[in-house]
């Protein structure tokens, strides 16, 4: 393709997969494909590798932003490539270090090849050699260090030679929707979006539920909200958020339920919602972002009791992490700042301040079936409200 950029994209646990590998890669190829929309890119397949060639009207970050949010893809890289002679490589190595890093002609370096083509007639050393002397004659001045360099540059000999310096890391995992979709329960806390990458790394495919008790929690709470779905929209190739209106439902249960048992019977009551909204939209799991005694809710006893309110699997991709684990990997996917804005969630506002922590199942399960929320829940999913992400994180009309 004229006028492209040529990228290397690595596959990991694809790879190692057995007859259904051409479907996980399809899928993957299809995913990648949809972020570079609308411009042109063209795929070919190598074993472990994909290789898109992106037409240079695509502005890099958007060809960049594609490879790390997508899971499958294990690490990338920008590449050059040139017919298997070593003069032609030669030449590509030349105008490579041109670039950074090499163009700052200092410091240590490695070559580092891999020849998949064994037919070749020279072995891996001999080629570092001849790329070492391509750098030493360009930049005298920087030295070989096998163990620590501070730059590499790589070849791979396959059905053609290939060569780049920067690979960079991908978020690994397995193509969302390869596993089906599930429905996530996002509040504006740190848990649920972090709870939404580890299941989308696994290929689950989500869509949101956010339950909104206005005027108790405010608009900014659901603005945040709908930042966060925004900003894990990529990562599950667009999403839907689903805004549940759940002022009336808490309202009744603060009247109608022991003061103790609030929290439990909120859960209680999102998770009856969640589960119906689910098959409507063909879903097939629940996921939230709750970790095994992180607050009283989250009780192997209290847990228990909401899975009862789902004939769903209830996924918590969370359930034995620390909070500060969690953290960290909400700072590293871009939703921590988010997360601790001020606003609260309605389930703060209306938390009793000493909830049950171990809970008898029968007899909660009795005050929920007693309180008569039933109708008041199908009028809160008749109002659900819903807005659409895409793949690049914009909101979808
Ligand atoms: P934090 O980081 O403060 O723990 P959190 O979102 O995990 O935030 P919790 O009260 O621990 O807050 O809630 C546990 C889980 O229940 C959340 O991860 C989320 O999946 C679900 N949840 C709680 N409140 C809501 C809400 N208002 N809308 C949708 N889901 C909610
Ligand atoms: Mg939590």
Redesign the pocket.
């Known amino acids: 393709m004229k006028d492209s950029t040529l990228y290397l994209v690595r596959l990991g646990e694809i790879s190692l997969k057995g007859l259904n590998r051409d479907f996980f890669e399809k899928r993957l190829k299809q995913n990648i494909k949809n972020k570079l929309k609308p411009y042109r890119s063209l795929v070919t397949k190598q074993k472990g590798r994909l290789y898109f060639e992106v037409s240079n009207e695509c502005p890099e970050e958007q060809a960049l932003m594609a490879f790390r949010t997508t899971f499958g893809v294990v690490g990338f890289s920008k590449c050059l490539r040139c017919e298997k002679d070593i003069e032609a490589i030669k030449k590509v190595a030349a105008i490579l270090i041109k670039e950074p890093p090499f163009a700052s002609g200092e410091g240590t370096f490695k070559s580092e090849t891999k020849r998949a083509d064994k037919l070749f007639p020279m072995n891996s050393y001999e080629i570092d050699c001849e790329l070492g002397g391509v750098v030493l004659d360009a930049y005298p001045s920087m030295k070989v260090n096998a163990k620590y360099p501070d730059k590499v540059i790589f070849c791979e000999i396959r059905d053609m030679a290939y060569l780049y310096t920067s690979p960079q890391p991908g978020p690994g995992g397995l193509p969302v929707t390869t596993a089906g979709k599930g429905m996530?329960?996002?509040?504006?806390?740190?848990?649920?979006p972090v709870?939404a990458y580890m299941m989308g790394q696994r290929g689950l495919k989500q869509e949101?539920?956010?339950?909104?008790?206005y005027p108790y929690?405010s608009e900014l709470a659901q603005e945040k909200?709908e930042k966060l779905a925004s900003l894990i929209a990529p990562y599950l190739q667009g999403t839907r958020l689903h805004v549940?209106p759940?002022t009336e439902p808490q309202l009744w249960i603060r009247e109608h339920s022991p003061e103790d048992e609030h929290?439990l019977m909120?859960?209680a009551a999102?998770m009856k919602v969640?589960n119906a909204i689910s098959l409507k939209q063909e879903g097939m799991a629940i996921?939230?972002?709750?970790?095994l005694s992180?607050?009283a809710?989250?009780t192997l006893e209290s847990m228990a009791f909401t899975d009862s309110m789902s004939d769903q699997l209830v996924l918590r991709p969370?359930v034995g992490m620390d909070?500060l684990e969690?953290i960290t990997l909400a700072k590293a996917i871009g939703t921590y700042e988010t997360?601790i804005l001020p606003y609260e969630?309605?389930?703060?506002i209306f938390s009793p301040k000493h909830p049950l922590v171990r809970p008898n199942k029968k007899s909660v399960t009795e005050h929920f079936v007693s309180m008569g929320i039933e109708p008041l829940l199908e009028k809160a999913i008749e109002e659900t409200q819903t807005l659409d992400f895409g793949p690049d994180g914009n909101r979808r009309e």
């Open positions: 996530l329960l996002l509040s504006g806390g740190i848990d649920s709870a949101c539920i956010y339950f909104h008790a929690t909200v549940v759940f929290t909120f859960r999102m969640a996921v939230t972002g709750e970790a992180q607050v809710s989250q969370l909070k969690i997360s969630d309605c389930c703060v």
